[in-house]
């Protein structure tokens, strides 16, 4: 069954939906009934309890008013914010810099203790280099159109934050798909140094690097989109377009098993370095 990174937000918005339309049935009033009492057409409250829109906290403060459950107002409000929390579009990331878009994503690293990372198509954060981390905040930055390239600072503190590998208690379990060491993000000596910082990563206490081949003859996962597990408490999806995070545990669970399936199709150790190494030896023919 393929994943469905947007239904667990679209979920966690049910399940405020789900509250409001049970508030407003045990009051005993009517679609338009509410509306009336909260000052609205009663399409905003159809709209509200179908989940297609997502209710403001003066929405949802006049709805229970409205439904004598005054109490219930700031729980409902916490659980709506929570829930738009889990979908934000890269925009709103990045409109005070990417730099500080590092910085906030470093919070979270320090709560967790056990990092599963895959990527189809780029080198994990925490394992790039500054040239092609710049590489990938240039590109970020044109695509959203951001009026101050802040990449070269951005990418200095995405490499900041790598200092967490070095950090006793912690476990890294990073996955690569092969083609992802081919795809030049940045000058060719950018893209050999990185490839040279592979060739230690495995080495890192606590960490564990997992390529896996191109040329795999049976796979159980086809290439999947970048995420990453923190714990067993929340995982990370990246879109073009938004992050999403996941904290649903049957969805969870879902891509900790796909994760597995992935890491059982990759190589390790020598046999791992010897594809970085391919892959070198391929710039050098460019």
């Known amino acids: 069954?393929?994943?469905?990174?947007?239904?667990?937000?679209?979920?966690?918005?049910?399940?405020?939906?789900?509250?409001?339309?049970?508030?407003?049935?045990?009051?005993?009033?009517?679609?338009?009934?509410?509306?009336?009492?909260?000052?609205?057409?009663?399409?905003?409250?159809?709209?509200?309890?179908?989940?297609?829109?997502?209710?403001?906290?003066?929405?949802?403060?006049?709805?229970?008013?409205?439904?004598?459950a005054e109490d219930q107002a700031e729980g409902l409000i916490v659980q709506s914010l929570d829930a738009e929390a889990m979908y934000t579009q890269w925009c709103q990331h990045v409109r005070n810099g990417l730099k500080q878009l590092q910085q906030i994503t470093g919070r979270l690293f320090t709560e967790s203790n056990l990092f599963r990372v895959y990527s189809s198509t780029l080198v994990p954060g925490l394992l790039q280099t500054v040239g092609y981390a710049q590489g990938i905040l240039h590109i970020s930055a044109e695509t959203q159109g951001l009026e101050i390239d802040d990449s070269p600072e951005a990418a200095e503190a995405r490499v900041e934050r790598s200092r967490i590998l070095y950090e006793q208690g912690r476990r890294f379990v990073f996955l690569i798909e092969e083609a992802a060491l081919y795809y030049q993000l940045g000058d060719t000596d950018a893209m050999a140094a990185q490839l040279g910082h592979l060739l230690t990563v495995g080495a890192l206490p606590g960490s564990s690097l997992g390529i896996i081949p191109s040329a795999t003859k049976s796979r159980h996962q086809w290439p999947r989109e970048t995420f990453h597990v923190y714990d067993d408490r929340l995982v990370s999806v990246e879109l073009v377009t938004a992050r999403i995070r996941i904290n649903q545990p049957s969805e969870i669970e879902q891509y900790v098993s796909v994760f597995e399936q992935l890491r059982s199709m990759a190589v390790y150790g020598s046999a791992a370095r010897a594809l970085v190494v391919k892959a070198i030896g391929a710039l050098d023919q460019a």
């Open 1 to 68: 069954m393929p994943i469905s990174p947007s239904s667990s937000v679209q979920a966690a918005r049910q399940a405020v939906a789900a509250r409001l339309r049970n508030l407003r049935k045990g009051a005993g009033l009517t679609v338009a009934g509410l509306g009336d009492r909260c000052g609205w057409h009663k399409t905003k409250t159809s709209r509200i309890e179908n989940a297609v829109t997502a209710p403001s906290a003066r929405d949802i403060r006049l709805w229970c008013e409205a439904t004598g």
